[in-house]
């Protein structure tokens, strides 16, 4: 039986016996010991209760070699199903091949009213040696840890403000608290030996300084459909990535499908998805348009693809800790750095990608989708687990997938 087509315990069960989840894992997918109240009000404002979201897996992805088992939170249908059809396309080429070009952050100290732009940049970088002490003074324990602050730059902004840049190595964090630490003690040096203006400090969600690429290579014959050879749906996939790269209205829907992936492989591993949401569409407008993150063109009779984007994530800190199903997730995954993290997510991102584009220029999203959004309206229509099959079937029968049709059926049933 397929794993799709098993129980949830079957499945459990399965991925213990193939070594994916050690005891304490299993235990803890299996007995559902999911936050408490308590943990939940330590964690939130005002907090009144919790709000479940599925979670599920995206099997046998193939990265630089490896098989991982990617855990994905999201309460949209279809996107858990997608990536993994996109991660077993992918397997059958290359698999995903990915590349950190860097690992540090960025934090800004923004000096306003400064009245000669030029000048104050030049006396800053003089002063970058004594500044970069004053930042790793303000956060000692990632300086033993081997990475601290690293670099400081500036740019002059508009006529009147300045952008100082400290760029961090976080190691295995994140890394936005221990950079707003910096930050405010540079700010304060700033303040009150040079008399500078400081309107504010904060780390940078553009994160340049963190990118990934996750790349693939796969025969165009692997994308056969009945009535379309490989290298013309390929071709197809080819053309709607270029339309991603000169219309915004495209744009955006593409790097939606990428973030789809992206959002919960990330939501699982506990780190913060508005961060990379912000750093991702930012680096999709980075030379002035809004473009399609992923690119794909065909070569040789391979079909190649690549997304490069920020993901500036963490293995440890933030919500690794506080949120007791991370690190199940972590070992599920089977994940040990924050850079296992980043090549896993990335590879996630283009394989949500792929599927979506193949779906598009082929059989077109509706076909895959109705199958599993009618399931959805089955339990809107508050079909009971024993229900929802049959209401699934009639729906998809009827072809009448609105909730109005599926609460008639589902009283059909139980007259
Ligand atoms: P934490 O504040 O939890 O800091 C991580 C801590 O982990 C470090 O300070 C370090 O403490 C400890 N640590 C242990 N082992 C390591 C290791 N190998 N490498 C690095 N650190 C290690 O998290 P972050 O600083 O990463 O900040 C992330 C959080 O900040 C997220 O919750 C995010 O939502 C939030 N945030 C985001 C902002 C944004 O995106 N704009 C703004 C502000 C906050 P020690 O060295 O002392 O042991």
């Given at each position: 039986m397929?794993?799709y ?18 005891n ?19 964690l ?10 599925p ?147 904060i780390?940078?969600?553009?994160a340049?300084?963190?990118?990934v ?34 219309d ?19 939501i699982?591993?506990?780190?913060d ?19 399609g ?50 090549r896993?997510?990335?590879a ?7 599927a ?13 989708h ?12 508050g ?12 729906l ?9 049709t599926?609460?008639?059926l ?6």
């Open positions: 397929k794993f087509q098993q129980s949830r315990l079957q499945r459990l069960t399965t991925l213990r016996q193939e070594g994916h989840l050690d304490s894992a299993y235990q803890y997918f299996l007995n559902d010991q999911g936050l408490t109240q308590e943990r939940a009000n330590q939130v404002e005002n907090q009144l209760t919790l709000f479940p979201l979670e599920g897996v995206a099997r046998q992805v193939l990265v630089d070699g490896e098989m991982h088992d990617v855990p994905m939170v999201t309460e949209e249908p279809s996107v858990i199903a997608a990536a993994s059809n996109g991660a077993k396309m992918a397997a059958q080429g290359t698999g995903f091949q990915t590349k950190i070009q860097n690992r540090q952050m960025i934090g800004q100290i923004i000096l306003e009213n400064v009245a000669q732009p030029e000048r104050t940049k030049q006396n800053l970088l003089m002063d970058k040696t004594h500044l970069l002490e004053v930042a790793n003074a303000a956060h000692p324990s990632i300086v033993k840890r081997g990475g601290g602050a690293k670099d400081l730059r500036v740019r002059i902004l508009g006529s009147a403000f300045l952008s100082v840049d400290l760029i961090v190595d976080v190691k295995q964090a994140m890394g936005a608290n221990m950079l707003n630490t910096m930050l405010e003690a540079v700010a304060s040096e700033l303040t009150t030996t040079r008399q500078d203006n400081c309107l504010m400090s780390l940078s969600n553009y340049t300084e963190s990118l690429t996750a790349s693939c290579v796969i025969p165009v014959s692997v994308f056969e459909i009945q009535r379309l050879a490989g290298n013309q749906v390929a071709a197809k996939i080819c053309a709607a990535s270029q339309v991603a790269q000169l915004p209205y495209r744009a955006a829907t593409h790097n939606k499908g990428i973030m789809n992936g992206i959002d919960a492989a990330v699982a591993s506990g780190n998805f508005r961060a990379i949401e912000s750093g991702a569409q930012a680096y999709a407008a980075r030379d002035g348009q809004y473009r993150l992923s690119q794909w063109h065909v070569h040789e009779d391979k079909l190649v693809g690549a997304l490069t984007l920020p993901l500036p994530l963490g293995f440890v800190g933030g919500a690794t800790k506080t949120l007791p199903i991370v690190q199940a997730n972590q070992k599920l995954a089977g994940i040990n750095s924050a850079e296992d993290l980043m896993v997510v990335a996630i991102g283009l394989a949500q990608n792929l979506a584009l193949k779906a598009l220029v082929t059989t077109g999203i509706q076909k895959g109705m199958a599993l959004q009618a399931k959805s309206l089955a339990i809107s229509a079909a009971t687990t024993n229900e929802v099959q049959w209401l699934t079937a009639k998809l029968q009827t072809k009448k997938f609105d909730l109005r599926a609460k008639l589902l009283r059909k049933l139980r007259q």
